[in-house]
């Protein structure tokens, strides 16, 4: 029985080992576009009756994703928001640190973050069409967990972007 215990803990002590190593020394090369190779990418778009101005308005206040966005649990913008700046938010779980990558006032927001086995490259751009806007949204995610459940993420990422632009657009058309 001993010998069982043993060989057990040897074996999650092993797991562990690999998995730090694996989050050390892997290395992501941050980018304004997603990653074309990466193993799970997507694309949305919606139309929302709202100034472009506004929804960027919304969209630039990271601190207050939480209030109007139910997949964001929390969020804590470093600092300005502006090109080189880190905000920490969490979703789904997962404890993420992005730093923005483009910010084009009323027309693009765009990012990249970490977080465990994963890194995603987010980009928003809001085009102004006769009184709407047509928000269009795309990620890509690669890491050694999302190589690993590749079906799961690619799942959930196209579920996350759906719910997030309903509640975007729900959050800009209000009155």
């Known amino acids: 029985m001993k010998k069982?215990?043993?060989?057990?803990?040897?074996?999650?002590?092993?797991?562990?080992?690999a998995i730090a190593g694996l989050e050390m020394f892997t290395s992501y090369?941050?980018?304004?576009?997603?990653?074309?190779?990466?193993?799970?990418?997507?694309t949305?778009?919606?139309?929302?009756?709202?100034?472009?101005?506004?929804?960027?308005s919304i969209m630039s206040r990271i601190d207050q994703w939480p209030q109007w966005h139910t997949d964001v649990e929390s969020?804590?913008?470093?600092?300005?928001?502006?090109?080189?700046?880190?905000?920490?938010?969490?979703?789904?779980?997962?404890?993420?640190?992005?730093?923005l990558h483009t910010v084009v006032p009323n027309s693009k927001i765009g990012w990249s973050g970490k977080a465990f086995g994963a890194f995603a490259i987010h980009n928003w751009?809001?085009?102004?069409r006769s009184g709407y806007t047509e928000v269009h949204v795309e990620e890509s995610m690669e890491g050694w967990l999302v190589n690993l459940m590749r079906r799961k993420f690619q799942a959930g990422l196209e579920q996350s972007l759906d719910r997030w632009l309903l509640n975007l657009k729900k959050q800009s058309e209000k009155q």
């Open 125 to 128: 751009t809001f085009i102004e």
């Open 29 to 42: 090369s941050g980018s304004k576009s997603i990653n074309q190779d990466a193993p799970v990418q997507t």
């Open 75 to 99: 969020t804590k913008l470093n600092r300005a928001f502006q090109p080189g700046s880190t905000f920490d938010w969490k979703s789904g779980g997962l404890n993420i640190r992005s730093t």
């Open 4 to 17: 069982l215990i043993y060989s057990v803990m040897l074996l999650l002590a092993a797991t562990a080992l």
């Open 44 to 56: 949305k778009s919606i139309i929302i009756k709202a100034s472009p101005k506004r929804i960027f």
